[in-house]
């Protein structure tokens, strides 16, 4: 079992940086699939980005490729989300997810969520 806690989401302006952090807890967090995903009022949680359990293979959508990275590091059972030129259309609550399988945009293919964090991206 893994227990995650997302922190580092607050209020930031358009064109501005922020990394959030995941926190995990568990035996299996170095054998699981990480990612983000995100969820804005009034829509479904949709998939941001993803990173297999040893960190090489790493896959985003589309709608922030070539802003965002995922990272992780196993030593210290912590995943990344470090967020470039954002946009309004970013605030969402992100939260971080673990899975069994690597590749995963769905929210099935993940097991274990945290609780949330805010981003809120002003104009």
């Known amino acids: 079992q893994v227990q995650l806690v997302e922190s580092g989401g607050r209020l930031v302006q358009a064109g501005d940086s922020l990394r959030l952090s995941c926190a995990a807890s568990?035996?299996?967090?170095?054998?699981?699939?990480m990612g983000w995903f995100r969820q804005a009022p009034g829509k479904e949680r949709e998939f941001v980005a993803g990173?297999?359990?040893?960190?090489?293979?790493?896959y985003y959508s589309d709608s922030v490729k070539g802003r965002f990275t995922i990272s992780r590091d196993n030593a210290k059972n912590t995943v990344s989300l470090q967020m470039n030129s954002l946009k309004p259309e970013d605030t969402a609550v992100y939260y971080c997810?673990?899975?069994?399988?690597?590749?995963?945009?769905?929210?099935?293919?993940?097991?274990?969520w945290g609780q949330g964090t805010q981003v809120t991206v002003s104009s």
């Open positions: 997810a673990a899975g069994r399988y690597s590749g995963g945009r769905n929210t099935n293919d993940y097991n274990y």
């Open positions: 568990g035996r299996t967090f170095s054998s699981s699939a």
């Open positions: 990173i297999n359990w040893g960190g090489g293979i790493t």
